[in-house]
């Protein structure tokens, strides 16, 4: 390589061809190494891509690299929560999707579960229904309930399905209704809040001759009590409760947030990994607080309930699937049992 930096016009030509733009090692490292980058990092970055050996020889290292990580989940269940900024962006959505096809492709077994807040309260504007909030939730009447399965089940289940399929695996989209995957009942402030629910139980039985065919699993988070009537169900909690029916290796909360902060101030004071007694006392001395409370409890139950390990993970981040699952830096919190 030194004689194409040095040598004649001619094996500078020969040795260092254009790359095309999916094949530039600059972009691979970043998003499969680091998950955040100081501008220090950013030039350190810099500096290594013009020293970095060709693409062939760059692309076998991190295949290299990889193969403990593959090797530790073949086989293995692994659900998805997906939602926040990683559904509004374009490039974080391929993100997402490109790593759940690499992830089946390399023997592990994602199921994708989603909820889709801003895509309800779009269509709700265009309807000329205003969205009611009460205490950071959604209340959700008859006619609303009615737009919510529209959305979820019709429109961004089915998108989600055509992007993976797309990327070149084999989606199939489900409710909770589906196969009776999920059964809803009431939640304790359904008065207040209209049909939102809660999981009474999980029938996972009509998800494992899909995951076994190698198919990919994507579940929109409505379901319907025992009288059929359907009921919103917060993405996070269906995602715990399949993880722990499935006896997932992993549950993976996608949030807009790094994961959990000792200091919610100070992005730097992440904790990388924690036990269920931590973080029961972080939440006691307020460290964990407003909306990362509910996605702790659901990982806790989910932990309670014989998952391996469950990850919060930065959403904001590309690839963080991977850096979370292939990596050992991760790309937020692990909270183990």
Not at 263 to 271: A, E, I, M, T, Y
Request: proline share 6%; aromatic share 2%; charged share 20%.
């Amino acid at each position: 390589m030194k004689m194409a930096l040095t040598g004649n016009h001619h094996h500078h030509l020969r040795l260092s061809p254009p790359l095309p733009r999916t094949l530039a090692p600059a972009k691979t490292p970043r998003s499969l190494r680091t998950p955040r980058l100081s501008v220090a990092a950013s030039l350190a970055a810099a500096a290594a891509a013009a020293a970095a050996p060709p693409a062939g020889q760059f692309r076998v290292d991190v295949l290299s690299e990889s193969l403990p990580f593959i090797q530790k989940f073949p086989g293995k269940t692994i659900v998805v929560k997906y939602g926040g900024a990683a559904m509004k962006s374009e490039a974080l959505r391929a993100s997402v999707v490109n790593d759940l096809v690499l992830l089946a492709c390399v023997g592990l077994r994602p199921v994708l579960v989603h909820g889709g807040g801003p895509e309800i309260n779009s269509w709700l504007g265009r309807l000329g229904i205003e969205p009611v909030f009460r205490d950071g939730l959604r209340v959700t009447d008859a006619s609303t309930m009615e737009i919510v399965s529209m959305v979820l089940v019709g429109k961004v289940n089915k998108h989600l399905v055509s992007l993976i399929n797309k990327a070149g695996a084999t989606a199939v989209g489900l409710s909770g209704m589906d196969g009776c995957l999920l059964t809803a009942r009431p939640a304790p402030n359904a008065a207040q809040l209209g049909f939102v629910g809660e999981v009474a139980s999980v029938d996972s039985s009509v998800l494992r001759p899909l995951t076994d065919s190698g198919h990919i699993p994507v579940i929109a988070s409505v379901a319907a009590d025992k009288d059929g009537q359907p009921y919103n169900i917060n993405a996070d909690t269906v995602a715990g409760e399949l993880a722990a029916a499935l006896g997932a290796e992993k549950l993976i909360l996608l949030t807009d947030v790094a994961g959990i902060l000792r200091d919610r101030n100070d992005p730097s004071s992440l904790v990388k990994e924690i036990d269920i007694k931590g973080v029961k006392k972080m939440i006691e001395e307020g460290l964990v607080a407003g909306g990362m409370i509910p996605k702790v409890n659901c990982c806790v139950r989910s932990l309670a309930q014989g998952v391996r390990t469950t990850s919060i993970i930065d959403g904001r981040v590309p690839h963080s699937l991977l850096l979370e699952i292939m990596t050992d830096e991760g790309a937020g919190t692990m909270i183990t049992g």
